[in-house]
Nanobody, 127 residues
Framework: QVQLVESGGGLVQAGGSLRLSCTAS????????MGWFRQAPGKQREFVAV????????DYTDSVKGRFTTSRDNAKNTAYLQMNSLKPEDTAVYYC????????????????????WGQGTQVTVSS
């Protein structure tokens, strides 16, 4: 079993920055891609970003490209989501997740491709 804990959320003004962390425990996740999703009030959870198992490849949803950056430190079993130039529409609960498949070729945007999920951290961007 893998437990994921997100941290770093909070309240920030538009244009500000936050850095989310997602730390895994229970076993190493260095062989698995790690994804970020978010769910705004009244909306379905949506894909935000993903980083492959080595950290050498990433993918982002169009609305965050150029503003968000995901990275990972496999020695710390941790992934990060650096969020810059935040907008009110970025307000949501942010979740990290671990891919079901080890050493997957390619990056996945679908929730069903992820096995373990964190509890989420709230990000609120005021205008």
């Amino acid at each position: 079993q893998v437990q994921l804990v997100e941290s770093g959320g909070g309240l920030v003004q538009a244009g500000g920055s936050l850095r989310l962390s997602c730390t895994a425990s229970g076993r190493t996740v260095s062989g698995y891609a790690m994804g970020w999703f978010r769910q705004a009030p009244g909306k379905q959870r949506e894909f935000v970003a993903v980083i492959n198992y080595s950290g050498g490849s990433t993918d982002y949803t169009d609305s965050v490209k150029g503003r968000f950056t995901t990275s990972r430190d496999n020695a710390k079993n941790t992934a990060y989501l650096q969020m810059n130039s935040l907008k009110p529409e970025d307000t949501a609960v942010y979740y990290c997740a671990v891919d079901r498949t080890a050493l997957r070729f390619g990056l996945r945007r679908y929730e069903s491709d992820y096995r373990y999920w964190g509890q989420g951290t709230q990000v609120t961007v005021s205008s």
